[in-house]
T-cell receptor, first 112, second 115 residues
Framework: KNEVEQSPQNLTAQEGEFITINCSYS?????LHWLQQHPGGGIVSLFM???GKKKHGRLIATINIQEKHSSLHITASHPRDSAVYIC??????????????FGKGTKLSVKP | NAGVMQNPRHLVRRRGQEARLRCSPM?????VYWYRQLPEEGLKFMVY????????ESGMPKERFSAEFPKEGPSILRIQQVVRGDSAAYFC?????????????FGEGSRLTVL
């Protein structure tokens, strides 16, 4: 079982829909990152969080440390949101804080 | 303030040749991380460096791979005697702090193809 699990693997939505991508992890962490990767492109960091909730524009990220779960929400989705969204965690067990464990990603396609 | 710069963006090598991938972190960032993304697979951590020091290389293959981040100049990921299985996208990220306290900034990646 992977230490970081994302669901769903693939997601198709209509423009304007509210989208939720989930991330569960099984290790102790000190921080969780949400990343965005466009096809053939680079990676953009969306959020880094260790507790609570963060909001940036139409994106909202939440984390529940007790349940070892995080969600990424996209409100009023748009075709330009189509990308792979990746959850990654920094271990909190005293190991190297630069050693991120990545989920396999959620491929989002937003149809006009 | 320029972002994280990686070059080359695309590199083609024949089996047995050497590949050198360069990463210039954002100005003021002293933490550099390298990750590999194999075709149809997720990202994997390779190595974490600060200036002139390797902090964590637990994700580096034991042979043929090395990394450095000299006092002056970019960080370099070096792959000797490349094999077809090395074909992948290699991403570099930098941070002003460790990855659990500072946001990561990624480069566009270097895509290595081994013929």
């Amino acid at each position: 079982k992977n230490e970081v699990e994302q669901s769903p693997q693939n997601l198709t939505a209509q423009e304007g829909e509210f989208i939720t991508i989930n991330c569960s992890y099984s290790v102790g962490i000190s921080a969780l990152h949400w990343l965005q990767q466009h096809p053939g492109g680079g990676i953009v960091s969306l959020f880094m969080l260790s507790s609570g909730k963060k909001k940036h524009g139409r994106l909202i990220a939440t984390i529940n440390i007790q349940e070892k779960h995080s969600s990424l929400h996209i409100t009023a989705s748009h075709p330009r949101d189509s990308a792979v969204y990746i959850c990654a965690v920094s271990r909190g067990d005293g190991g190297s804080q630069g050693n991120l464990i990545f989920g396999k990603g959620t491929k989002l396609s937003v149809k006009p | 303030n320029a972002g994280v710069m990686q070059n080359p963006r695309h590199l083609v090598r024949r089996r047995g040749q050497e590949a050198r991938l360069r990463c210039s972190p954002m100005k003021g960032h002293s933490h550099v991380y390298w990750y590999r993304q194999l075709p149809e697979e997720g990202l994997k951590f390779m190595v974490y460096l600060q200036k002139e020091n390797i902090i964590d290389e637990s994700g580096m293959p034991k042979e043929r791979f090395s990394a450095e981040f000299p006092k002056e100049g970019p960080s370099i990921l070096r792959i000797q005697q490349v094999v077809r299985g090395d074909s992948a996208a290699y991403f570099c990220a930098s941070s002003p702090k460790q990855a659990n306290t500072g946001e990561l900034f990624f480069g566009e990646g270097s895509r290595l193809t081994v013929l």
